[in-house]
């Protein structure tokens, strides 16, 4: 399996991971949907790890550090992205958050990559469909130009910065660890951390019903699977390649929000999407 495969993979793994976070979070809410998540993909990981025999990747303290840093960004940048598919539409939130593969390209770039002029287009072409995407364009004028910024779209851009970021960082780690004990080494000080954090910002850990801890538990693998994926990918394609199909699982929310969620996007909006998902096409293709 080549590294485009695994990044296709990991998009579908993450599409359908947020589709179904968005709704357990709405039942259990995000802090504690974020918690158990980290905790169902420890344990599977753990699991992983073991079968596969590779805790003695676990023999640099550097790269120990290295991965904790880049996981602790993902995190902020999942939690801020959670929130995001609450307040607003999942068919919105996922394409900006998906742009966090733009973000990924342009440290690349900074870091010694370099690119064509029909790349440099794809990814113009990928922020201007963020921009129509965040935009709600009412029907009828009532006061203002008629125009908000779509619920949830901050938390999105927030999010893809963060993401962007950790996927860049995650680079390194891999080298040296692999993707399961990268990914693992994440959720270890997620489910430590976590409740911390929580404790010091006064939230309280809800205990889902069985509906919603099904979800979780498909969260929770799914999620950690996307990340082992797009590690693994990394040892066998460029970086720009990866993310790239990785980011395109913004595609999957969209199918399960519309199709199964029922969302109906604006026109506006449909016009965004389209320009984000070619201008991400385009990359991944180029």
């Not at 973000?103 to 690119?115: D, K, N, V």
């Not at 993401?163 to 993707?179: D, I, K, Q, S, W």
């Not at 489910?191 to 910002?201: D, G, H, K, N, W």
Request: hydrophobic share 55%; aromatic share 14%; proline share 2%.
């Amino acid at each position: 399996m080549n590294g485009l495969l695994f990044g296709l993979l990991s998009a579908f793994s993450f599409g359908t991971a947020d589709f179904f976070a968005g709704k357990a979070s709405k039942k259990t809410g995000i802090f504690s949907t974020l918690f158990y998540m980290q905790l169902v993909g420890f344990i599977f990981l753990t699991a992983a790890v073991t079968w596969f025999g590779q805790w003695h990747n676990l023999n640099s303290f550097a790269d120990v550090a290295a991965a904790s840093l880049w996981m602790a960004l993902d995190l902020i940048g999942i939690l801020f992205l959670y929130h995001g598919l609450v307040s607003g539409k999942s068919s919105v939130v996922a394409p900006i958050a998906s742009s966090f593969s733009v973000f990924t390209i342009i440290l690349a770039f900074a870091f010694g990559e370099r690119f064509s002029t029909v790349k440099l287009a794809a990814i113009i072409l990928t922020l201007l469909g963020i921009f129509l995407t965040t935009l709600v364009v009412n029907g009828r004028k009532k006061s203002g130009s008629g125009q908000k910024l779509e619920s949830g779209a901050v938390w999105a851009i927030v999010a893809a910065l963060f993401l962007g970021t950790a996927f860049f960082g995650l680079r390194y780690p891999h080298e040296a660890l692999g993707g399961l004990v990268t990914v693992w080494i994440g959720r270890l000080q997620a489910t430590i951390l976590l409740p911390i954090v929580y404790a010091c910002f006064k939230k309280r850990l809800v205990v889902p019903d069985k509906n919603s801890a099904y979800l979780i538990v498909i969260v929770g693998i799914l999620d950690a699977l996307a990340l082992v994926c797009y590690n693994l990918g990394l040892g066998l394609e460029d970086t720009s390649i990866v993310i790239t199909a990785t980011s395109l699982f913004a595609v999957v929310t969209l199918l399960w929000g519309v199709f199964v969620g029922g969302e109906k996007p604006l026109w506006n909006q449909w016009v965004g999407i389209s320009c984000t998902f070619v201008g991400i096409s385009l990359i991944s293709l180029i």
